[in-house]
């Protein structure tokens, strides 16, 4: 009923010694129906927030919260590794710690 066209909620990104966090503000979105995509460089995060009513509405007097489908793709400043990534949700915020990937660097063997 009450859909905002190209919205995106608020996101923080911060960075540790040995990880990038992401933050994102989901307060109305249930926490479960949310994709969260993570590649070596970037974190898509999509969802959709409803407008929560259940009675119909005869007149808006003020509309202020964004609704509907979103998607919402953030450049990460280094690459992380993917395969440690782990999220969780409380009070209404998403918070996504995304390991840095630890370089390859150089060695030298001894061949036998």
């Known amino acids: 009923m009450f859909h905002a066209v190209n919205w ?3 996101a923080d990104v911060y960075e540790t010694a040995s990880s990038i966090i992401v933050y994102m503000d989901i307060s ?6 949310l994709v969260v995509t993570i ?22 007097h003020q509309l202020e919260i964004e609704r509907g489908f ?12 993917v395969s440690q990534a782990v999220s969780e949700s409380r009070n209404g915020f998403l918070q996504i710690i995304l390991p840095l990937r630890r370089s390859a660097g150089k060695i030298t063997i001894t061949v036998r």
Not at 43 to 56: H, M, N, P
């Open 70 to 81: 979103f998607e919402r793709s953030i450049s990460l400043p280094k690459a992380v590794d």
């Open 28 to 33: 109305g979105i249930e926490p479960h129906t």
């Open 39 to 60: 590649e070596d460089s970037r974190v898509t995060v999509s969802g959709e927030r409803s407008c929560g009513l259940e009675e119909k509405v005869s007149h808006i």
């Open 8 to 10: 995106f909620p608020a």
